[in-house]
């Protein structure tokens, strides 16, 4: 088992930018890949992004150009930045690791990300 802890979450504006952060309680390499989801009020948890230990990053395509997930091997962590923040961003956002590309076998608690004036 794994624990995987979010941070960063917040009430931010339109147009504005939060960092959302998720520790793991071992080796990141423990996993295929790690990534953010979301689940907004009513609608069903959505994939943001995920991050392999090797290949290639995916976007969900109302998030590309806008978040950038990342990945410290060294401090076990993984991080979303988000800029460019719309209100359909709001959401409660979840770290997951992937056990291969369709699999999670772990998720955190979630943050919550509101965006509006």
């Known amino acids: 088992q794994v624990q995987l802890v979010e941070s960063g979450g917040g009430l931010v504006q339109p147009g504005g930018s939060l960092r959302l952060s998720c520790a793991l309680s071992?080796?990141?390499?423990?996993?295929?890949?790690m990534g953010w989801y979301r689940q907004a009020p009513g609608k069903q948890r959505e994939l943001v992004a995920t991050?392999?230990?090797?290949?290639?990053?995916k976007y969900a395509d109302s998030v590309k150009g806008r978040f950038t997930i990342s990945r410290d091997n060294a401090k076990n962590t993984v991080s979303l930045q988000m800029n460019s923040l719309k209100p359909e961003d709001t959401a409660v956002y979840y770290c997951?690791?992937?056990?291969?590309?369709?699999?999670?076998?772990?998720w955190g608690q979630g943050t919550q990300v509101t965006v509006s004036s």
């Open positions: 997951a690791a992937h056990r291969d590309a369709a699999t999670v076998v772990s």
């Open positions: 071992r080796s990141i390499f423990s996993f295929y890949a």
């Open positions: 991050i392999p230990g090797r290949g290639i990053i």
